[in-house]
């Protein structure tokens, strides 16, 4: 199973292509980053056209995206929620349009099955998260926090598929 995850942002989005097979492995991340002074709305056209170029060219069998973290608090804190809920957007749409399935995991998800720990920090997540892919160079922090969303993914995959296993009498697991 080939994914394509996005960890959502109008200026910077993270994305890394994951496959399960034979194990756990990136195959590809990096960040696509756009200028402040550039207006929302072009932006999120830029996005839109990474999004369905990555989609053709990566092939993904799903796309797994971050949903943003929304809590109470600042009026700044409030706008960054509203602006990657956008850029999420985007992604679905993006993924829709190409009918591709898309998965959405909340940020205490992706801890929860990457560290085993939901309130894990988000370096514990990054280190776990470079280990398990075999990662050498230092990859951006956006494009890290994508491969732990696509992680989260392939370990949820693979209790699903296993859980909707049928199991045979006689068989030993």
Known sequence: MRVLAIDPGTLKMGYGVVDAEPTP???DYGVVALPA????EKRLY???????????????DAIAVED???GRGERAFVKSALAIGQAQAVVLIGAASQGVPVHRYAPAAV????ADYGGATKEQVQQITISTFGITDHP????????????????????DDLMAREIKPGEVF
């Open 140 to 159: 951006r922090e956006d494009a890290t926090d994508a491969l732990a969303v696509g992680l989260c993914h392939l370990r949820h995959f693979a209790e």
């Open 37 to 40: 002074s550039m207006p929302i």
């Open 111 to 114: 801890k929860r099955a990457v």
């Open 25 to 27: 492995r990136a195959d």
């Open 68 to 70: 943003p973290f929304v």
């Open 46 to 60: 830029q996005l839109h056209t990474h999004i369905l170029n990555m989609i053709h060219v990566f092939q993904p």
